[in-house]
C-alpha cells in the first residue's frame, strides 16, 4: 500500500504557482501564505509532486514537459469540470486573461464563485478552494489557472489556444 495519494487539486495549484514565480527563490512556508495552504499540506503536496515527476529530486524546480503533458492530455479526467448555475465571480477559463483577448462570448461565460467576482457567469468549482483568493493575489498564477481550466471546459478551439499558451509559457516543446 502507497504512503502518498496520487495527485491533489492542490497539487496543481502549487505547482501553477511555482511556475508563475519564474527564478524567484521560494520557501514553502511562502507557498503556505500566498495560497491559503497549510505547512503540513505544502509540504506533503511537494512529496506527491516529486513522486509523480513534476517535481525534481530537490522538491524545486517544476519538470515542465511532465506538467504540460499532464495539463493539456490529463486534467481534465482526472479533475473534470462542468459549467454551473449563474453566479457573480472572477472570469476563468477563456473568459479571463490570456484567452479574453482571443475570445469573445458573451454567451458562455464562465466564473469562480466570489463575493468581490466582477462578472456574472457561470460557475466553474475552483481547482482547489483558495483558487479565487490566490489568483486575486498573482496575475501570472491567475493567468496559468485560467488556461488549465480552458483545457478543461473549453471546446476544442480554446482547448489549442490554452494549450499554446501554456507551452509558450512553460518554454517546452509542443505538447498537442
Known amino acids: 500500500m502507497r504512503s502518498l495519494d496520487g495527485v491533489k487539486p492542490q497539487d496543481i495549484l502549487i505547482l501553477l504557482k511555482i511556475l508563475s514565480l519564474g527564478e524567484k527563490p521560494w520557501r514553502s512556508l511562502d507557498l503556505a501564505e500566498s495560497l ?3 505547512p503540513a499540506e505544502i509540504s506533503l503536496a511537494l512529496e506527491r509532486c516529486q513522486r509523480s515527476k ?3 529530486s530537490s522538491k524545486k524546480r517544476v519538470m515542465k514537459s511532465a506538467l504540460l503533458e499532464f495539463l493539456v492530455h490529463g486534467l481534465k479526467y482526472v479533475f ?3 459549467p454551473g ?3 457573480s465571480g472572477i472570469p ?3 473568459s479571463a486573461p490570456p484567452l479574453n483577448k482571443r475570445i469573445v462570448s458573451s454567451e458562455d461565460v464562465y466564473v469562480w464563485p466570489c463575493a468581490e467576482g466582477s462578472k456574472r457567469g457561470q460557475t466553474i468549482k ?3 478552494e483558495t483558487v479565487p483568493a490566490a489568483a486575486q493575489k498573482d496575475p501570472k498564477l491567475y493567468e496559468l489557472l485560467a488556461l488549465a481550466d480552458a483545457l478543461c471546459v473549453g471546446r476544442a478551439r480554446e482547448w489549442l489556444l490554452a494549450s499554446k499558451e501554456l507551452e509558450k509559457r512553460m518554454g517546452q516543446a509542443q505538447a498537442v
Open 36 to 38: 491559503g495552504i497549510s
Open 54 to 56: 513534476f517535481l525534481d
Open 80 to 82: 473534470p469540470v462542468s
Open 85 to 87: 448555475a449563474m453566479t
Open 92 to 94: 476563468t477559463a477563456h
Open 126 to 128: 475552483p481547482l482547489y
